[in-house]
């Protein structure tokens, strides 16, 4: 089965996130780039799909020719072909980036990739539609969240989870599949596969940009309390203090109400 | 700008139309976050016009009237909702994402709905994109207020990287589609104001309205068969006491005493995204952006930095308190509570002064 992923270049963000001065990105000049991680699942199943049925892995992403860089981390990890839809620095809504995506499988030959595997949600902006939006243009069906996938000939079947409950759900190929964390444990690239990557040749699209009727104004990082924890010591000298802190939150065992605070009960 | 300055600036406006709320059940009640959606909703709405919630069948239904019915509709009028629509289908037996997005496509198009609102749950999110998909209307997801401007135009405030960053944006569109972020500060209690929306007169019954939806084949091409959980103890998600663990626990076999420290605290063990990663733990434990959102009384970080990823995942916590070698690292601003050092040392002591004081 021919596999398209859709993979998205977001800021690498750690303990701190810092918004560029005219409040219009993230601030990326202290950290690099990467891929959503619901989105590097989903490039790990669709190689350990072809490992097991055949066929090929085309990863595509849209955004500025440094997402190049993605794409060949994702070829490191055994996808066959990469497809960069070139953007300028606009940011792309999820209608736009739809768009884009299915005129792209229209163009990208006689594979009609019978699965499209997305992230359930993009790091960055989170917008939790790009998947369903490419699917309903496909006249395709879509899952969701899926959390476990199992291709078997023409059917797809998916499990996730929901409050508390799984949902399984069927469906034929060709469909369109989102895929969270978890689904599988993604492997690291081997030495040939960074070879084999470097040199990969990047199949370059550019789409035409379109306004998507939700536009960013700013962003801003929220106040957040600028406290900082009561330092209660060091090491396990700090124990008897951290013990009676635990105390006054009242998650100690209640067997341990004894002298000092029985009153309290 | 609050939600609840939203829906007064919204009044003024004048010319706003209905909202429609997508509701879920939650066993015999609706469910928490659909309850703040209902809030949000109202928001939106000058009091004239009032929230139309729409509540589908229960998972096993037949597509006959439900016995909760009349229970949840009492819910739904405590929270101000006036109009209530209860989804009725023979074909929808399950939860079904398209039948689901085309009943409110339909219910939109019938009442002229201003906006269609649901929670930013799994199920909402969902919904909302294919209704966006089959309307070809913008999804503005995760929102925390909004603001209508007039001439469909909304002023929004929603969450980016899960609520690390926020967006101001404006959105333009005939009907507005919006999920409402888990964590928007707005109340699901019944306000005054709410309370007398519902009932001018002293009454709070809504209307209940059965409907049905016209469906197609492929409207039900994707439907759920539930089956419940392997339920396996205490939940990550509703647990008392999470301990987390983190790259400071250096490896799998540093887990079992935070395990050990857990179970004395009745609570359960959560880890950060590089645990999984490593695959030291199951992800199924992962706390963060892509794992599990966590709102337990204490949570006893042991070994995590604090990256903006995990702390997305327990903000909800009442009490963070932080163990770590570096007095720098960024939990330590989150945190209330921190002690400075090794886990592999501190950790086993506080088991120890634990049993201790219990004896």
Known sequence: VDVLVCVKRVPMVGGKVVVTGDGQHVDTRMSGFTISPHEECAVEEAVQITEREGGTVTVLTLGPPAAADQLRDMLALGAHRGVLLETDDREWGPIATAAAIVAAVGELGPSPFP??????EAADTGGFQVGIRVAHALGRPCLTGIKRLEIAGETVRATREYRGAQERFEVGLPAVVTVKEGINLPRYPSLPGRLRAKRAEITVLRPQWQADGLRKQALRVPAGSARRAQILGHGAAAVPALVEVLSELGVLPSTTRGDGDGAAA | VTASEAG?????????????????????????????????????????????????????SVGTAEPDDEVLGAVLAEHGVTDVCLVRSAELTAYAPVAWARSLEQLAAAGGASAVVAAATDHGSEVLAHLGAMTGLPVAANCLSAQWGGAGRWQLVRQRWAGSVLEDAVLEASCALLTVAADAAISPQPSAALRETSAPDGGARPTLRAVTPVLSEADLVVCATESAEQSSGLSLATARVVVGGGRGVGG?????????????????????????????????????????????????????????????????????????????????????????????????????????RSR
């Open chain 1, 115 to 120: 699965l499209i595997l997305a992230g359930n």
């Open chain 2, 8 to 60: 007064s600036a919204g009044a003024a406006a004048g010319d706003v139309g209905s909202v429609i709320c997508l509701t879920e059940r939650d066993g015999p009640t609706i469910a928490e976050a659909s309850l703040r959606a209902v809030a949000f909703a109202a928001t939106l709405t000058g009091p004239a016009v009032g929230v139309t919630a729409v509540v589908f069948p229960p998972s096993g």
């Open chain 2, 252 to 356: 799998p076999d540093g887990f079992a005493v935070l395990e050990e420290l857990a179970d004395l605290l009745g609570g359960v063990v959560g880890v950060s995204r590089v645990v999984t990663s490593q695959g030291w733990r199951p992800h199924r434990q992962q706390v963060g952006q892509t794992g599990t959102k966590i709102s337990p009384e204490l949570y006893l970080a042991c070994g995590i930095s604090g990256a903006i990823q995990h702390m997305a995942g327990c903000l909800s916590a009442r009490h963070i308190v932080a163990v770590n070698t570096d007095a720098d690292a960024p939990i330590i601003a989150h945190a209330e509570y921190a002690v400075i050092g090794d886990l592999s040392e501190v950790v086993p002591a506080l088991i120890a002064g634990i049993r201790a």
